[in-house]
């Protein structure tokens, strides 16, 4: 039982450059999250999910895109990177919309945007 | 937005003392859930307690304690006889109903405890 993993672990884009971050979890969870976290900013809610085939919109949603095709992954996409982007990028499930399930996260992507 | 407060960015203690970290937070619901998490030097983010908004009871676990008070909004973390693999950023966190079950976190609190 691995968890919530997170591939990459790090990058290095260009501006301009897109790519795609891949949460996965074999918890047979309901609902994901994508998260960046700033320094000082604590951690902000980008886009996350209810269900396979569902996402919605977070605090930070601009600049970012998600998909949610098959229940165990998550895709989090820069279509055209920016500096701005630069951050640590936590994804994190949960069973489901009971409020007393905790998030569990996996290890982070630190990205960095040149 | 219903704000989650953590007050104190950084506090820096010498091991073994007592020290306390304080959330408040802001909702308009009366069913909420309130989450304490540990992020390490190394990254992760540790899931550490939850409380629900209509139990006030402390609780207390080894050297963890957290005081929960409605009345104030608060819901703080006390470490007693601090250790210096307590050293994490600490982040408080708050989830209701009617915000889809998101997670909205406080900025955080640098603890470093100096031997």
């Known amino acids: 039982n691995a968890g919530v993993t997170q591939t990459p672990k790090f990058r290095v884009l260009k501006t301009g450059q897109s790519m795609t971050l891949l949460c996965a979890q074999d918890m047979n969870h309901e609902y994901m999250y994508w998260y960046r976290q700033d320094p000082g900013m604590g951690l902000r809610l980008i886009h996350y999910?209810?269900?396979?085939?569902?996402?919605a919109k977070g605090e930070v949603p601009d600049g970012y895109n998600v998909s949610r095709l098959k229940k165990q992954n998550f895709l989090l996409g820069l279509e055209s990177a920016a500096p701005s982007q630069t951050s640590v990028y936590f994804c994190?499930?949960?069973?489901?919309?009971?409020?007393?399930?905790?998030?569990?996260f996996g290890p982070g992507t630190r990205l960095t945007v040149l | 937005a219903q704000k989650v407060t953590q007050a104190q960015t950084e506090i820096s203690v010498v091991e073994k003392e007592d020290v306390t970290l304080d959330c408040v937070y802001e909702?308009?619901?009366?069913?909420?859930?309130l989450f304490w998490y540990k992020q390490p030097p190394s990254g992760e983010l540790v899931f550490l307690i939850r409380r629900n908004s209509f139990d006030e009871q402390n609780e207390i676990s080894g050297r963890y304690s957290w005081n929960f008070q409605k009345s104030t909004s608060s819901f703080n973390f006390t470490i007693t006889a601090s250790q210096v693999v307590d050293s994490a950023v600490y982040f408080c966190a708050r989830i209701s109903g009617g915000s889809n079950y998101k997670l909205t976190f406080g900025k955080g609190t640098l603890l470093t405890v100096n031997p």
């Open positions: 994190a499930s949960r069973r489901d919309g009971g409020y007393h399930n905790e998030q569990f």
């Open positions: 909702t308009r619901d009366t069913t909420y859930y």
């Open positions: 999910s209810v269900g396979e085939g569902t996402t």
